[in-house]
């Protein structure tokens, strides 16, 4: 009888950070990723953005996450390897990745360019099903990452390479349903919510050429959403503020983690218009139909961007030299960082610097 093995796949010992349950803060972690194959680009990972989404996987809040879970998916980095057949990068070039690492490329929204609506499920950058070792897919706190090259996206010389990180998820979070909605010059906007993604949406809207009007709870950001491009800015708690914008917006834009009343945003929208939630509450919360039918309002949501829109957005941001305002942090600061993002305390997007983590 011939013996017959299965050689494993090669792999890289890999160090990052993770958790391992809800409860478990962010500690050091090593796993391993595959050894790029023909197609893959190995990325040696030098800034990660912190997004409001790691915090919700990591604590389980959406109860999907699968333990150990590493996050990050606002990837800047340098080229380590390519795989044979890889034409577009090379060892040494700057290189991003962001919220997908793959998906099936055959259905009806791949073929649209809109992976993240894949119907057979994009292949998150953690969290997902890693297709090549098994078992789920580990993100960017981590010191380097290997991607298909489909799904790596290039930056623009001009920008800052810190800076530019969050625009892998905040940006194109905010950019698509900007672009999608059509919305520009000649249009009164609103963005709910000063985070990670507002200030993006904020940026974007007011480059498309709209009059920005940013909503917030939070009285002490009013001086830097207007350094940001906000036009005006309404303290959303203050009820004669909200009063003085009923019926006078096309578009507006949602970014907030958590459960609030929408419908205070649903009766600022003129007749046609549409509120578009990206941010992504854990918990439900009611909307009342009448503030819909009676404008024809439209309430609806959006999810990240495809490859080809993320790249759109990136070359757009360096066409008007736009980045995220970022505080850098130590990979040993990860977890006051969360503590700090669920107080609204960060201005405005805490961005990891992976060279902490040899130190
Ligand atoms: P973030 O930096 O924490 O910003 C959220 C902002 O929302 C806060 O700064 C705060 O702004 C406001 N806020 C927080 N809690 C609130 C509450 N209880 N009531 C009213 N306002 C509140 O988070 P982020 O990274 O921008 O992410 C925002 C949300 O978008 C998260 O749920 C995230 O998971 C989701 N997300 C969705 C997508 C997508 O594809 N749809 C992609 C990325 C992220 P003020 O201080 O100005 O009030
Ligand atoms: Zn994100
Ligand atoms: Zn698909």
Redesign the pocket.
Known sequence: MSKSSVAAPATLKTVGYGSNSAQSPLAPFSFERREPGPRDIQIEILYCGV???DL?TVRNEWQNTIYPCVPGHEIVGRVTAVGNQVKTFKAGDVAAVG?MVDSCRSCASCRDGLE?YCEVGFVGTYNGEDKHLGGVTYGGYSDKIVVDQDFVLRVPANLDLAATSPLL??GI?TYSPLRHWKVGKGQRVGI???????HMGIKLAHAMGAEVV?????PN?KEDAQRLGANEVVV?KNQNEMERQLNRFDFILD??????NVDAFLQLLKRDGTLC?????PEPFPVPVFSLIMKRRQFA????GGIAETQEMLDFCGKHGITSDIEIIPIQQINQAYER??K?D?K??FVIDMASLKG
């Open positions: 997004c409001h989404s919700h919220c993240q998820c905040a979070t709910v919510g000063l985070g990670g993604l507002g940013l909503f917030t709870t939070s950001k959303s970014t907030v983690s958590a459960p609030h939630m990206v941010g992504a509450s949501g959006s999810l990240i993002m669920l609204s960060v405005y997007r």
